[in-house]
């Protein structure tokens, strides 16, 4: 096949809704991370108690766990699964040049969470999106019941590792903790200083030794938090919608969604109290009914805010909400990768240092904020361009050909 016939989709052939719901994800996501980024999450409980807005910032952390945590991160996880699903049914209509180019695409979508897991910020999840990515198309020749019993499996398995975790005392992480903490003591990172090490760091030397570390954290979340399967689960998930197109022809599923939502929102968000409840207390039932509990409440509110997103598209495609939303999702990696680049600007000492001086409240403020700025930014750049920037490279890192980036 020649590759210069390859090229990707069109701005015309794109549906506004899985762009409008990538729109939605990132205010989640930015939601969800900039605790850290502000250095919030690593306060100790007494300093964290004494800042001026401990009372309000004790309410927002319940509310993340209710209607943020896992919910955002699962919502763009399906998408991703989704957008698999396109990529993959074109891969397989090109022959094998297709599917080589998928994984290249791949292998370029690993290299860019490489570098911004290492030089940029800790809580990167393109590395494991990217990887997981490579096993999908194994599942392409399954039937739709045998990937909704092998997302069930995948989604399900945390809960018996945990399970099996909380009764042998093993952590599978433990390795990982090992090198992470001799790292630390060579460079002088100790708990005194770790929530402070990147507020006060002058050089971004400094803070490249954080983010060293920072890595082999993240390691730690994803074996310790089982993300490899939650991913996979969600993927294969996704990858179903995808393949039977939900999001093509809402009106014959409406009573599809109009279920799910009624339902995912009955049973995700008072289960998401009691999960808030767990998580705000340390889990005090348990780490395997913790597992459990984010199972059945993280889940359905997540299907259940992509299930009420399709109805309220449905009934009002015109609205200027889903163009403000989809300029975005359009241009998703180069909204996740900024809003780290932004995150490491205003909290760390290298930008304007604010990190450790302001509590969760003001946080998802800053947060929501970032979002709205980037939602017009995006509106402004794809009325010049088709792709966003970082979008733009990775097509031509893809194809292996340049692109024209404006229209």
Known sequence: MNKNNLSPVKPSERYVILDALRGF?????????????SLYTFQPADVAAAMPSAGIDRIVRFLQYVFVDGKFYTLFSLLFGMGFSIIISHA????????KLFYRRMAVLLLIGFIH??????????MLYALMGMVLPLFRHVGDAGLLKWAAFFLLLPVAVDTATSLTGVSLSAPAVRVQWHYCRMYGITEE????????????????QFLVQGALVRVQEFVDGNRYFKVMGLFILGF???????????????????????????????????YAWSAVNGHPLGTACHSVLYLISVYPTGLAYMSALCLLYFKGKDARIWSWL??????????YIGQSVVGMLLFYGIGLGLGASVGLATTELIAFGVFVLQAALSLVWLKYCQFGPLEWIWRMLNYGKKLKLLK
Not at 28 to 34: K, R, S, V
Not at 117 to 126: K, N, P
């Open 25 to 37: 994800a990132l205010i989640g996501i930015c939601l969800a991370n900039y605790p850290e980024f």
């Open 92 to 99: 397989a209509q090109r022959g094998p040049g297709g599917f």
């Open 117 to 126: 897991l290492m030089f940029i910020w800790s809580g990167d999840i393109l």
């Open 193 to 208: 200083n770790f929530g402070y090490w990147l507020r006060d760091a002058d050089s971004y030397r400094e803070v490249f």
């Open 240 to 274: 179903y919608i995808g393949r039977r197109k939900l999001y093509a022809d809402i009106a014959a599923y409406k009573s599809l969604l109009r279920r799910t939502a009624a339902i995912g929102f009955a049973v995700g968000l008072p289960l998401s109290a009691v």
């Open 326 to 335: 989809a300029a975005p999702g359009r241009m998703a990696l180069t909204n």
